[in-house]
Structures are given as structure tokens and as C-alpha cells.
């Protein structure tokens, strides 16, 4: 089956500063999202990219499908941004990576 | 729009009850949704894969039988963990697939605890 790669897996970061979360694949998908999971548990939507660029206020994401990998940056980052981070790709099902688990110090 | 609910948020059982969680889509009807497991520090697995009148698929070494899956309804489906045990617990998360696309939208979770 698919096996999907997040790096890096932890990621300490001062309040303000930018960062890129990487996430690869070893097959083609038919879709990618990303997702922030908070600290209660629940997966919020970042995006639904399964190619191409888009933006949504400090974060945005690329998706390069021929090449099997996605990026999540998140610039300015906020104490809020901490959590866990998974990309997932679907090939059939939904497949999650390991996740990045981020941490804003203020 | 695209909101899934998820009750209950957190249950307490004793070993050898069962428990059902439900998993709703609220404002919108999704033919497939899905059931995943979480441990702590850990990423999501799948569980199985629920379609609406039919029976649900289950993901290898996934026990059919202790975990009960009815999908009813295009708003409505639940998990039944039958004869739980310690081992059971576990974060469960549920997702409806959205109309017309493949983006899954998630249920905030439900915290079993069996002792």
C-alpha cells in the first residue's frame, strides 16, 4: 500500500518565525489534505490540495503530484499554530503519516 | 458547512460491556464515512470503511465481529465495540466524505476508556 512520509516529526519554533512541513508519498494519490489536529483531539481541515498551490491567510500548500510530495508552510507563526500536523493521501483510502508535532514558543 | 458530530465525547465502560459511539454528518449526506482508531502519540489508522445500506469494509486484522458498524442512514453512522477490554481504548475518530469530492471531514473524537 501507500506509505506516507512527514518530516520533520518534531519542530520547535519561536513565535513569528516561518516553517515548512514536508510530506512525501510513495505512489501516486488521487488526493492529498493536510490537517492541524489541536490539543482536544480534533482534525481540522487545512486543505484539500491534490495538486497545484493554494493560500489560506499565514498558511498555504503545494502539491507536486509528479514528483509525490506536498508542502505545508506556515509563516508568522502563533502560540495557537501548536499541534500536531498530518498530511494524508489518498489512494483508494485515506492514508495518514506519522504527523509533525509543532510547538510555538511565545 | 461540511460539520460531523460525534457522541459521546468520552465513555468510561467496565471490561465485557459493549459501547456505541455515533457519528453524524450534520449538514450534509455522505454516502461513505469512515472509522478510525488513534493511540496516544501516535498517527490515525483506518478501521473501516462504512457505505450507507451496505455492509461496511473492514481494514485487515480489524475484527468484523467486535466491531460493529451500521450505516443506515446518508446523516448516520455507529460503531458498536462489543465486549470491550482494556485494550480497546483508544481515541476513535470518525469522517464523512464530502458530496461530489474525495475530502474527508472529521468528528472530534470519542475517548473510550475500559477498565
Known amino acids: 500500500g501507500i506509505q506516507v512520509e512527514q518530516s520533520p516529526p518534531d519542530l520547535i519554533l519561536q513565535e513569528g518565525a516561518n516553517s515548512t512541513l514536508r510530506c512525501n508519498f510513495s505512489?501516486?494519490?488521487?488526493?492529498l489534505q493536510w490537517f492541524h489536529q489541536n490539543p482536544w483531539g480534533q482534525l481540522i481541515n487545512l486543505f484539500y490540495?491534490?495538486?497545484g498551490t493554494k493560500q489560506n491567510g499565514r498558511l498555504s500548500a503545494t502539491t507536486v503530484a509528479t514528483e509525490r510530495y506536498s508542502l505545508l508552510y506556515i509563516s508568522s507563526s502563533q502560540t495557537t499554530d501548536s499541534g500536531v500536523y498530518f498530511c494524508?493521501?489518498?489512494?483508494?483510502?485515506?492514508?495518514f503519516g506519522q504527523g509533525t508535532e509543532l510547538s510555538v514558543k511565545p | 458547512g461540511a460539520v460531523v458530530s460525534q457522541h459521546p465525547s468520552r465513555v468510561i465502560c467496565k471490561s465485557g460491556t459493549s459501547v456505541k459511539i455515533e457519528c453524524r454528518s450534520l449538514?450534509?449526506?455522505?454516502?461513505?464515512m469512515f472509522w478510525y482508531r488513534q493511540f496516544p502519540k501516535q498517527s490515525l489508522m483506518l478501521m473501516a470503511t462504512?457505505?450507507?445500506?451496505?455492509?461496511?469494509?473492514?481494514e485487515q486484522g480489524v475484527e468484523k465481529d467486535k466491531f460493529l458498524i451500521n450505516h443506515a442512514s446518508l446523516t448516520l453512522s455507529t460503531l458498536t465495540v462489543t465486549s470491550a477490554h482494556p485494550e480497546d481504548s483508544s481515541f476513535y475518530i470518525c469522517?464523512?466524505?464530502?458530496?461530489?469530492?474525495?475530502?474527508?471531514?472529521f468528528g472530534p473524537g470519542t475517548r473510550l476508556t475500559v477498565t
Open positions: 469522517s464523512a466524505e464530502g458530496q461530489g469530492s474525495y475530502e474527508q471531514y
Open positions: 449538514d450534509f449526506q455522505a454516502t461513505t
Open positions: 494524508a493521501g489518498q489512494g483508494g483510502k485515506l492514508i
Open positions: 462504512s457505505n450507507e445500506g451496505s455492509k461496511a469494509t473492514y
Open positions: 505512489d501516486s494519490v488521487n488526493n
Open positions: 490540495i491534490p495538486s
